[in-house]
């Protein structure tokens, strides 16, 4: 007889069943991948021991793969075109999102065929997406050495601003590597698992993070083990990077560089900044010796207290969005019961002061603030390849704008709301604006704005086959969903026939930070504007509706009328659509009222009419007991 082989409850399977997954910080300057190892989560090295991974890719020209990391760092100064860093601020844009970051990347931007854009390198042309394969291809290596196994399966994670296109672009990304992606986990998020807040019972967390070139400040609640995403705001140009730059303007004042230095030397320049910077973080001063070029040099001194002072308008600039995500969010510091902070930039005696001073608490600061949000990533990953799944988590995230589709009238009916959390599921009934109409254009739309004009167009789509019915008979259900990843799809069915058709939405390019801003700062601004067009639109909805259904009537059944009868409904007519062609939506209003107290006489009279053509043939009888059956 076959014995059944039976565990021990509770012990982990043999080391060899075990599956692993990691976590991958992909970030704007440096990776990271993590992995649990007998219960802990930690970064995996290289090599040499390194833990991060620049976020840099260089291509080379004899053809050979491409290098990736402190090697392309490297060589970055000598042959800038082919050495791609931040490509995170491409993915899932277009070259207009790219345009209006500025001349800050000097590489050669080509509009493909596509709307995704691509980069001229010595290899031929690169998208961002096979860019960003390059980095986790070097990290699943890197993971699948450490651990000798082949890693496919992973969770990667993106700002909680991510809109769908970045988020499918990382996907991709991830995919052209060769991984599997588990989820793709919100960064704050991540955070917060790492420090195990999700083991309270609940609680408001702020998560500041800020890295070499963004600065991002999310708040999240804890109920009942799940974190929903509630607030998120933040800079997209603001990082290390500017304080770098801030010191290697003092240098140059201090050293008499002129400011035309060149590239290299600029490059050289800020290096020397960004190490003087990151020792200061353990030391009150450090001594600079400086190559002013021509075979000249420059030694000096920068002290902690002048490095504050050159980096507090900086840092102060990350407090705005820190209160417009309090705002959003509905809640005031006293209320947030932890900060943790995120980014190599947090580092900085400095900012953790401010931070402090600004929440009035201190920050949350043991783990290591380059590697919280991969830890997080790889206990995530864990409990998704079900090493724990007794403890399967729920995460929820936000979407940053709202999302709905246009209505009569060039308007937009918002069917979910920003700031709504993650996945998320909605529904609303739609009926048709004409009789007999057969085919409904769906054209889905997200911004805060009342006009379709003002918000930014996701997609379209037709539902067709809808049986000819009356205007408004029609029941035709949108529903939209937005998957645990932030991805959309919206479909539309007509309840009675059960005609159906959707889309998936994934735009080719997003939006950019400062377009969501933009978005949202003129929603506010015009607000009150936007509902007085809203309101005139309506009226002029209703006043089309009125007109479309008198005219029919009176195309069907002007016999039942006297000759005044019809002249006084004509002028009705006449006098409602001078109203609606104009801009006071008040006078509308009144000329529809008094067109439809015109046609009363009319209505009943068809009615009446219609009625007696029905009965005609049938007995009474039989009615009644018709109307018995219906509840
Ligand atoms: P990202 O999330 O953009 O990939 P990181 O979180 O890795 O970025 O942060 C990178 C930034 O952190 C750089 O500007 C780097 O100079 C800065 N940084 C790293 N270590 C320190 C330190 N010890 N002191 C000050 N700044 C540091
Ligand atoms: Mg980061």
Known sequence: MALFQISEPGQSPAPHERRYAVGIDLGTTNSLVACLRNGVAETLPDESGRHLLPSVVHYRSNGKEPVVGYEAVAVAHEDPLNTIASVKRLMGRGIEDVRQLGKSLPYE??????????????????????????????????????????????????????????????????????????????????????????????????????????????????????????????????????????????IMQQANIADDADHRQMRRLLRDARVAKEALTRSERVSLNIDCGKGNSWQGELSRDRLNALIDSLIDRTLSPSRRALRDAGVTTREVDGVVLVGGATRIPRVREKVAQFFGREPLADIDPDKVVALGAALQADILIGNKREEEMLLLDVIPLSLGIEIMGGMVEKIIRRNTTIPV?????????????????????????????????????????????????????????????????????????????????????????????????????????????RKLREQQIDADRLMEAVRAALAADSALLEAKERSDIEDGLKKLEAMRNGEDAEAIKQAIKSLDQTTQTFAQRRMDENIRKALAGHKLEEFDAARDKTP
């Open 109 to 250: 931007f080509i509009r493909g065929d596509t709307a995704m854009l691509r980069l001229r390198t010595v290899v031929g042309e690169r998208t961002p997406v096979e860019i960003s394969a390059e980095i986790l291809k070097k990290l699943k290596a890197r993971a699948s050495e450490s651990l000798s196994a082949e890693i496919t399966d992973a969770v990667i994670t993106v700002p909680a601003y991510f809109d769908d296109a970045q988020r499918q672009a990382t996907k991709d990304a991830a995919r052209l590597a060769g991984l599997t992606v588990l989820r793709l986990l919100n960064e704050p998020t991540a955070a917060a698992i790492a420090y195990g807040l999700d083991k309270n019972p609940q609680g408001v967390y702020a998560v500041y993070d800020l890295g070499g070139g963004t600065f991002d400040i999310s708040l999240l609640r804890l109920n009942r083990g799940i974190f929903e995403v509630i607030a998120t705001a933040g800079d997209s140009a603001l990082g290390g990077d500017d304080m770098d730059h801030a010191i290697a303007e003092w």
């Open 425 to 533: 599921s909605k529904s609303q009934n739609f009926t048709t604006f004409k009789d007999g109409q057969t085919a409904l254009l769906i054209h889905v739309l997200q911004g805060e704005r009342e006009l379709v004009s003002d918000c930014r167009s996701l997609a379209r789509f037709e539902l067709r086959g809808i049986p000819p019915m009356t205007a408004g008979a029609a029941r035709i259900r949108v529903t939209f969903q937005i998957d645990a990843d932030g991805l959309l799809s919206v479909s539309a069915q007509e309840q009675t026939t059960g005609v159906a058709s959707s889309v998936v939405v994934k735009p080719s390019y997003g939006l950019t930070d400062s377009e969501i801003e933009r978005m949202l700062r003129e929603s506010i601004m015009h607000a009150s504007a936007d509902d007085v067009v």
